[in-house]
């Protein structure tokens, strides 16, 4: 069956556009995550959403950072006025569901790099 | 805030060898704590351990979980070059929020 995939895999952008990085997850899982992972760091936890629960905003470094998820599936996550620093590879999860004892599903990542 | 310490931050090792990999973590409404290995890009699932003292294993890997003093060990044995990864740990709370260390990167030398 299909993975989590992601879109585009490397995008390069200048500093000061915005950004929308792309993650369809697997069919089915209602958890999905997205996590932030710069060289040779642990990964960085951004948002989790949850079926139709509020999501869990608590990771997001900045205001510039948002996400969303339509229909219960496809999730976009949108950085505005992208800095040097946003850049990094950013990878998003899915799980079949909550309560902390389901394991994630990695998609492949974007790699943003900011001139 | 929650926090998960990894050590070793790095090991070298020949084929054969076994090595250990440790995580401690300090995390607030604990349900699970997940292992992952990252070879490339996306980290891949190892185990998930839920109570303390049971070992996990699969083939040369296993795990377990001391809930008590709050760590985990990755044990392989019999090590391969193909080990050679970053292996990550994730204490999850039970809301499903998962909390990744720095990770051990792990080389296996022929």
């Known amino acids: 069956g299909a993975g989590v995939s992601q879109s585009p895999s490397n995008k390069v952008t200048e500093k000061g556009k915005d950004v929308e990085l792309r993650c369809d997850p697997i069919s089915g899982h209602t958890a999905l995550y997205w996590y932030r992972q710069s060289l040779g760091q642990g990964l960085e936890f951004l948002i989790y959403?949850?079926?139709?629960?509020?999501?869990?905003k608590s990771g997001l470094p900045s205001d510039r950072f948002s996400a969303e998820r339509t229909g219960g599936s496809v999730s976009t996550l949108t950085i505005q006025r992208t800095q040097q620093e946003d850049s990094a590879v950013y990878l998003c999860?899915?799980?079949?569901?909550?309560?902390?004892?389901?394991?994630?599903?990695f998609g492949p990542g974007t790699r943003l790099t900011v001139t | 805030e929650d926090k998960v310490v990894q050590s070793p931050l790095s090991l070298v090792v020949h084929e054969g060898d076994t090595v250990t990999l440790n995580c401690s973590y300090e995390v607030t409404n604990f349900r699970s704590l997940l292992w992952y290995k990252q070879e490339k890009k996306a980290p891949t699932f190892l185990f998930m351990l839920?109570?303390?003292?049971i070992e996990k294993k699969s083939g040369r890997l296993s795990s377990i979980l001391d809930k008590k003093e709050l760590f985990s060990i990755l044990n392989i044995t019999a090590t391969q070059t193909g080990d050679s990864a970053v292996y990550l740990c994730a204490p999850n709370t039970n809301a499903g929020k998962s909390t990744f260390g720095d990770g051990t990167t792990l080389t296996v030398k022929p």
């Open positions: 959403f949850q079926g139709n629960s509020a999501p869990d």
């Open positions: 839920t109570s303390s003292g």
């Open positions: 999860a899915s799980s079949l569901g909550s309560g902390g004892v389901y394991e994630q599903y």
